[in-house]
């Protein structure tokens, strides 16, 4: 039997979530993930019984970006929810707001595109619900979100995830804020499901699983055809040492991404063989470029490492840092520089080591950079498939992450992998500019994936690492 206003409202599996959210010292809530998991209609019912409930005046705020008409909004569920609890005496529907005959509390609707500067202006909000929030641009929370200045305001934030890349997601659930609560929620914690329901659900995850991942489990879609890594790879390559038995052994590399002023952080990224053992970020001031070399170079130390630097930038002087470093300390760290904006490496040789008659290194790529991203991709990939589908693949084109690195900065350096794509300059492959990224996305610089790159594609020369003369340095 299916949900509608008749049927009971009120999730089981919500119930503390609720309690948590209206506790005191919440700021706000994310209640997100797959389609048919009752997010919007518990919300209506909870909202609706919270305002009979209390006897002071309140004034909830719900928008969403795109609202045509008042139909579009999450009006219709709060009169489904009025109905449903024979409150009918105790509302008033009218064309665009719902008000409490007793205390005068009231539902206010927006779709914020059109709207925006008018809810600027609106006030005394004690509430305010974003359906879809998925949608919601950086610029557009930064207007409406400080609006919200009642001491005991709560923000609630409810959607289906879309893109790793959407500021909310980004914000809200991989960084959520203090004060605030987040419950992902999918379908099969629904009680209310029809068995016709439940039979289309499972149709399609075996017809098309990426699609039932994204559609009801609520996993974001952190890639597109053009895209150079795909973020079922990436999730298969947690751990992939140990389900395809390769042993997590050989040359130590620490991959550094450096920077030393502005929005940019200073990256890490630790490599044991195959294995991604350390992801680390911080921000440098202004001229602490050698105070990071030496952070780095102390751990490449102790670490008996390699330290493999991008040159582009500050970077070019990383490594008569370390040459100084190793002089004074009667050290011997080695260091490779990763040269990511030189020409390809091996240009005559084919781009796709496994199909000869691809074209050369050289026609397909137009910098080291593009090539190192498409080469780490590629193991990406074969680890994907030997995981998945149990193919056979080298040791060498093993890619794996070690689930002993915190989940958030899995989650923060998988994004940052998935967002670039593939452009073409002079007909040859290229990754999508930073500041491309930064303008039309709203991205900032994927400091941790630049450093993976160094890391999993230093030059050895007979399986040791290079070192380099000051004139290459």
Not at 3 to 24: G, K, S
Not at 54 to 64: A, D, F
Not at 142 to 158: G, M, Y
Not at 312 to 324: K, L, P, Q, S
Request: some cysteine; charged content about 30%.
């Amino acid at each position: 039997m299916g949900i509608d206003a008749t049927t009971a409202l009120v999730n089981p599996n919500l119930v503390d979530f609720w309690e948590q959210v209206l506790a005191p010292g919440v700021d706000g809530a994310v209640l997100y993930g797959g389609r048919s998991s009752s997010k919007t209609r518990d919300t209506a019912n909870r909202l609706i019984k919270l305002v009979d409930d209390v006897p002071v005046k309140m004034r909830i705020l719900c928008i969403r970006r795109f609202q045509n008409k008042i139909q579009e909004s999450v009006y219709t569920e709060l009169k489904i929810a009025i109905e449903h609890l024979g409150l009918t005496d105790q509302f008033e529907i009218q064309k665009t707001t719902i008000i409490h005959r007793v205390t005068g509390s009231e539902f206010i609707f927006y779709g914020i595109e059109r709207n925006l500067e008018e809810i600027k202006g609106t006030s005394e909000i004690d509430i305010l619900w974003v359906e879809e929030a998925e949608k919601l641009t950086e610029e557009q929370a930064s207007v409406i979100f400080p609006t919200i200045r009642k001491e005991d305001a709560l923000i609630l934030l409810l959607f289906n995830p879309k893109y790793v890349t959407d500021y909310i997601w980004k914000s809200y659930v991989i960084n959520t804020p203090e004060h605030w609560i987040k419950r992902h929620i999918n379908y099969n914690e629904n009680p209310f499901l029809s068995d016709k329901a439940l039979r289309d659900i499972a149709a399609m995850e075996k017809r098309d699983p990426e699609l039932f991942n994204h559609i009801y489990l609520g996993q974001p879609l952190g890639d597109s055809e053009l895209s150079i890594f795909k973020r079922r790879w990436l999730d298969a390559c947690v751990d992939a040492h140990k389900v395809l038995n390769v042993p997590a052994t050989g040359r130590r590399v620490i991959g550094f991404d450096p920077a030393d002023d502005g929005e940019d952080a200073c990256a890490t990224a630790d490599m044991e063989g195959c294995l991604v053992t350390a992801l680390d970020e911080w921000q440098a001031s202004k001229d602490e470029l050698t105070k990071s070399s030496r952070k780095v170079w102390r751990r490449a130390r102790d670490a008996n490492a390699t330290i493999s630097y991008d040159t582009i930038g500050v970077g070019a002087f990383i490594g008569g840092h370390v040459n100084d470093l190793n002089r004074d300390n009667n050290a011997k760290v080695a260091h490779y520089a990763f040269h990511a904006g030189g020409p390809v490496s091996y240009p005559d040789r084919p781009s796709d080591p496994f199909n000869p008659r691809s074209p050369k290194n050289k026609e397909e790529y137009l910098n080291r950079k593009s090539q190192a991203w498409a080469n780490t991709a590629r193991k990406a990939m074969m680890t994907y498939t030997a995981v998945r589908e149990g193919g056979s693949i080298r040791p060498e084109d093993v890619l794996s992450f070690s689930s002993d690195i915190p989940e958030k900065h899995l989650e923060e350096l998988f994004t940052e992998l998935c967002v670039p794509w593939w452009v073409e300059t002079e007909g040859k492959k290229r990754v999508v500019p930073k500041k491309t990224l930064k303008k039309d996305m709203g991205v900032k610089s994927h400091n941790r994936a630049d450093a993976l790159i160094a890391a999993d594609n230093a030059k050895t020369v007979s399986g040791a690492m290079m070192f380099l003369s000051k004139r290459n340095q």
